[in-house]
């Protein structure tokens, strides 16, 4: 085994973050070094490490995760890095897992923080959707998948690229073509004010109150994952929580929302959250500054009133 990190990912922009990643980690191990790793040409918009490995007659990066597998596998079983980070998308995911069973070594998932403790890496993972931290550890040689957003990408350029020769790799399924996906105007991502529409919005029709309340703040409409995925009253990309978009707005306004720990884990990062239910014992006012127990029908047009007479006032 060598005293190599390894970093893959399919995406360019979270490549480079995987790759300082692996940086840090090869900054704590004697004699480790990173190393970016392409597949079938080289990427020079992938920094973050001061090496490069190009793997020749690879597929593409983003092809297909079995192939993709294949082809590191070929080069890591010759090459015998100490650990190969790839970044947790989707694709990412299945390379980590078909890679981890064709290498017969183990596999950490989701790391947010990663460290070595003897001859194991250590890994720091949110679980029960973020409430609560596990610390994992697997013996070296290992891979592990690194979660989005842990490692602040740097401006380390590669230096040096070798050159590895993996043969023909054979996909056994092949991309016939993707479209890009049809996307709205709504960016919760970087909504400063997000009122959120939950299950004690009744109808369908009601929800142009919510509307009209969210634009009065300058913000934007979000909701629970049943008022998209189940009833279908809104797109997709307003859906908030575990599997929807993680949000951290200045102000989440919790309207009619019980406050399920799916939903929870991706609004609470949110600076103040403020909720108003009927249920007094609901669970988002344990997650929330401020809560009212009340009808959101009738607290929704008092606040637009109240918002209307402060803009009158100025
Ligand atoms: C694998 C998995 C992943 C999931 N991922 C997500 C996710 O990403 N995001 C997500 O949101 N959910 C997710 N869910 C669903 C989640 O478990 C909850 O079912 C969902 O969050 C509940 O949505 P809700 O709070 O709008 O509805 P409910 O739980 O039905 O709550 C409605 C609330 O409205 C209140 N209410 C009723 N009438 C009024 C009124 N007039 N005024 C004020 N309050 C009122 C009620 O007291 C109640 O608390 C997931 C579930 C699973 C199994």
Redesign the pocket.
Known sequence: MSNDIWSFSESAAFASEVAAGASSLANSMQGGEAVIVDLGEVRGDVHGAKRRLLLKGSVRASGPPEAVAESIFRAADNLKPAVILLGATRNGREVASRLAIRMKIGCLAEASRLTFEGGSLLSDRSVYAGKVNARVSCTLPCISTVRTGSFSRTADEPDETQVFDVGEVAAKTNILGSSRKESGTVDLKSAKVIVS??????RKEDLPLLEDLARDMKGALG?????SSDLGWLPEEH??????VNVKPDLYLA?????????I??MKDSKVVAA????KE?P?FQASDYGVV????A?VPALRKALAARRDAK
């Open positions: 529409a939950g299950r004690g919005v009744k909701c629970s994952r049943p008022l859906h908030i929580g575990l599997t929807g309207l009619g929302i019980s406050g399920q720990l799916q939903h884990a991706g108003v239910n009927t249920d609901a988002i009340g009808d959101l029908y607290l």
